[in-house]
């Protein structure tokens, strides 16, 4: 059987993505226990944080695993939350009929978000041949 030569760097890209992956999911499971005014808002809130965290594992998971075909899908995932997240921000939210305010959730989502996405990014451009 052939071995398929470790590259390193792209080794270290995707586990690094894939850390910032799990660390996404762990700041949205917090958010599973967020209040909202809305009942139903809230549990619908919550199940869409615990949904996307669960999400966001699995993309860790594939990103360790290099199934590189799953790649363009863990970046639209983090461009769908980035421009969820900016939605919700700038217009009035779903459920909720007002803009959400900013808090260091959604800054460390932000960040992490933007971070994701280049990564993700780059690991798609490193495996193109």
Known sequence: MAQEKIDISK???RWAAA???ALW???HLVLTHAILPNPIATMIYDTFFGFTAALAIIAAFLLIMG???TYPLITAFYVIDL???SET???PALFIGKKLPFNVYVDISLVLDIILIILSIIIILMNRK
């Open 19 to 21: 850390m910032l992956s």
């Open 25 to 27: 999911a762990g700041v």
């Open 67 to 69: 199934i590189k075909y």
């Open 83 to 85: 421009a969820l997240l």
């Open 89 to 91: 921000r700038l217009g």
């Open 11 to 13: 080794l270290s890209v």
